[in-house]
């Protein structure tokens, strides 16, 4: 009998071994990935050696297989269609210690410079254009990883691709997403129609839902991306919820279509580094992950199209300098205040308003431009200049005048220059005398520079700033007319009331 019972043991556990290595295996076998060839630049790690994560998240509109082409429509002309364009794009900031994270929103109706590209793959190739951020996709994602640190200066390391059909199969997967509008929509667009109040979407409902631009806000992209917002914290909450990750049904179901609905980088592409970024992601408090939506502002010279606005640049800093932010009221996180606190003590006046002369006391020829525009890439005030020092020097040294010593160490502290380098003079300025002692680079050998703190305040503002979990938010639906129904402009609620015979989407 316990021959028998050791026989049947040793035989499950061969049989449960060889399930599960099929189960990886198969898993591994549904994964695209592609190389990022260094585009996106490489993150630094921070004074414990640990590194913080920034991933591109990309929604493809692409009609490139019949399920898409059936999703998304559009295609009773033209069949399956090659190419696509990144109509979601979102930067997710996982920081260094992993106690806070970062989701920048950034509209796809966004002018910028798109570098030169070629796609791995299909082959095409562009020399750089001015365009539409959103179509940098038609060169590959490593194109489009290129030209949001190109725009932002946010070093991305890795991306994420999901089309139509990975929405769907990935809210399936979850069992459905729960999220509230705010008053009766139908959106004639994406198709989507929801009575006022809360409802669990999944599979076509919820890729109308974060497809809809016309159904929320003033029916632009800046709308979609506050209710692709509300639905991302949705997930990732559901995500959180117990049972969630612990029944091992759902686990399967979530890794199979995690797997066959995403196109990542190399540098995500196993299930082994997919199960450590979802750790990583999961570590992190639902209180403690900030959405937010990159500041813009209206193209001078196109009513349909927005560039970079004020502001835009801290929101980038935060995230490239791992800082924390953590309400959409502007309230600055304890570490990002104590940083703040900290520089506020060494200096009154903001990094922007503090300008300094950089003098070249080498014989290196660009030593003082180097400097300056170190400085200004950091902040500091565009009328910064530079000049030949009046005779060589060995020793670097910053020179105040009287009542400048706080704003000279605020420089110091971004340059890496230690007290014993500055020195008060009779001047009423900051001059920098770069000596042979720095031959190179734009941090002071043996120093320990590091970037000026970006302003939290300013980050957030007008970046619709919220925290995943906030369970209540319920998406605003737009009060113009920015929708038809049967020629007929009218507002979304309108085209609700209109509409009374087509069935909700959730039905």
Request: glycine share 10%.
């Amino acid at each position: 009998m316990l021959k028998t019972l050791a026989i049947c043991l040793s035989v499950l556990i061969v049989v449960t071994a060889g399930a599960g290595w099929w189960f990886y295996q198969h898993l591994n076998g549904n994964i695209h990935s592609v190389s990022l060839d260094g585009k996106g630049g490489t993150e630094k790690a921070d004074a414990f050696g640990r590194t913080p994560i920034n991933i591109l998240v990309m929604g493809s509109d692409g009609r490139t297989s019949k399920a898409d082409c059936k999703l998304g429509g559009g295609c009773s002309r033209t069949g399956v269609q090659t190419g696509s364009n990144a109509d979601v794009e979102m930067v997710l900031h996982i920081s260094a210690d992993r106690s806070n994270a970062t989701v920048m929103s950034i509209p796809r109706d966004t002018m910028t410079k798109v570098p030169a590209c070629k796609d791995r793959e299909s082959g095409q190739s562009t020399n750089g254009y001015y365009g539409q951020i959103n179509s940098a996709l038609q060169y590959g994602p490593a194109c489009q990883v290129a030209t949001v640190h190109q725009l932002t200066g946010i070093p991305v390391d890795h991306f994420v691709k999901l089309d139509f059909s990975g929405v769907v199969k990935m809210s399936d997967a979850v069992g459905g997403v729960s999220v509230c509008v705010s008053d009766d929509v139908y959106d004639t667009y994406s198709h989507l129609k929801l009575s006022e109040g809360t409802h669990t979407l999944k599979g076509v409902a919820a890729l109308e839902f974060v497809r809809s631009r016309h159904g929320f806000g003033d029916g632009s992209d800046l709308g979609r991306t506050i209710s692709q917002h509300i639905f991302l914290s949705a997930m990732i909450r559901k995500f959180k919820s117990a049972g969630t990750l612990t029944d091992p049904t759902a686990v399967y179901a979530l890794a199979d279509a995690a797997t066959k609905a995403l196109t990542v980088d190399d540098g995500l592409g196993t299930v082994k580094k997919l199960i450590g970024l979802a750790a990583d992601v999961n570590k992190v408090p639902t209180k403690r992950i900030t959405f937010t939506t990159m500041q813009t502002a209206p193209d001078p010279d196109d009513n349909d199209r927005v560039v970079v606005g004020a502001g835009a640049k801290s929101l980038f800093s935060t995230i490239a300098n791992d800082q924390s932010l953590t309400t959409g009221s502007g309230k600055k996180s304890a570490e990002a205040s104590a940083t703040e606190k900290a520089t506020a003590t060494a200096s009154a006046v903001p990094a922007s308003e503090i300008a300094v002369t950089v003098e070249n006391g080498t014989t290196i020829t660009g030593r003082a431009s180097a400097v300056a525009t170190a400085l200004t890439d950091q902040g500091f005030s565009p009328a910064t200049t530079t000049a030949n020092a009046p005779s060589p020097a060995t020793t670097t040294t910053l020179t105040y005048g009287t009542g400048r010593q706080a704003e000279a160490r605020t420089v110091a502290k971004a340059l890496g220059l230690s007290a014993s380098r500055l020195k008060q003079g009779t001047g009423t300025g900051l001059t920098l005398v770069v000596g042979s002692d720095w031959p190179s680079g734009t941090s002071y050998p043996g120093g320990h520079s590091s970037p000026a703190p970006a302003d939290t305040g300013a980050a957030v503002s007008d970046a619709h700033a919220s925290t995943a979990d906030q369970a209540k938010t319920c998406a605003k639906v737009s009060p113009y007319r920015t929708v038809e129904l049967n020629g007929v402009p009218m507002t979304p609620s309108q085209a609700y009331a209109a509409a009374r015979n087509k069935p909700d989407s959730d039905a």
